[in-house]
């Protein structure tokens, strides 16, 4: 079964900082692996997705993340946080490329603080 | 374009009572997604739709929950006899036929079962 963890609820960081949100995940095959963003009353908004390739993935709004296969990770990153990056983060993953449904983490709360 | 719309975006009702929530996805998307984030959880996959598939019905909770997609548009996602712990937000979710798997997410419905 696939399954994805996100280690930390909250994570607090000082605008300019640069920021991280973990992302670990669990998938008997290759993984396909995704970031989405959800402001407050809104849907969730895709980020960016790691398929095959390049182990550093650049998304939206300045973020990108990193493909560990041995550690199995697939953290999110941006060099430098802005006020405006507050909002709920999910990572997900699928076991098959092409339409299926994302098996998603419980989200960590991004707060970045003026 | 027009995004995935999705209504009402609050529902309140009693508990035992079914109801009714509607999802009119992207024009052109072949596949329809229906998860559910309840607080502390993430989202929970529910049901998936492709084309004129049979739906893939594994993430439904119980049998009191069940949907249909008319013309391969628009879905609705009944649930029968709530119960409290019905109460989460239900989100839509569409894409197109692709490998990139990029799905497009509603605003919600946020259910409360009183």
């Known amino acids: 079964a696939q399954s994805v963890a996100q280690p930390e609820d909250q994570v607090n960081v000082a605008e300019g900082n640069p920021l991280t949100v973990k992302c670990t995940y669990s998938v008997s095959g290759n993984p396909y692996l995704f970031w989405y963003v959800q402001y407050p009353n809104r849907g969730l908004q895709f980020l960016l997705k790691?398929?095959?390739?390049?182990?550093l993935v650049k998304g939206s709004y300045g973020f990108e993340a990193e493909f560990n296969k041995s550690q199995t990770s697939f953290h999110l990153k941006k060099p430098s946080a802005l006020v405006s990056d507050s909002a709920l983060y999910f990572c997900a993953v699928s076991l098959y490329s092409g339409n299926t449904p994302l098996v998603f983490g419980k989200g960590t709360r991004l707060s970045v603080i003026a | 374009g027009a995004g995935v719309s999705q209504s009402p975006s609050n529902k309140v009702t009693e508990k035992g009572k079914d109801v009714e929530l509607r999802c009119d996805p992207i024009?052109?998307?072949?596949?329809l997604y229906w998860y559910r984030q309840s607080l502390g959880q993430g989202l929970e996959f529910l049901i998936y739709f492709q084309g004129n598939s049979a739906p893939d019905k594994s993430g439904l909770p119980s049998d009191r929950f069940s949907a249909e997609r008319t013309g391969g548009s628009v879905s609705t996602l009944t649930i029968q006899r709530t119960q409290q712990e019905d109460s989460a937000v239900y989100l839509c979710?569409?894409?197109?036929?692709?490998?990139?798997?990029?799905?497009?997410f509603g605003p919600g419905t946020r259910l409360t079962v009183t």
């Open positions: 979710a569409s894409s197109p036929r692709n490998e990139r798997n990029e799905q497009y």
């Open positions: 790691y398929i095959t390739g390049d182990n």
């Open positions: 024009s052109g998307h072949t596949a």
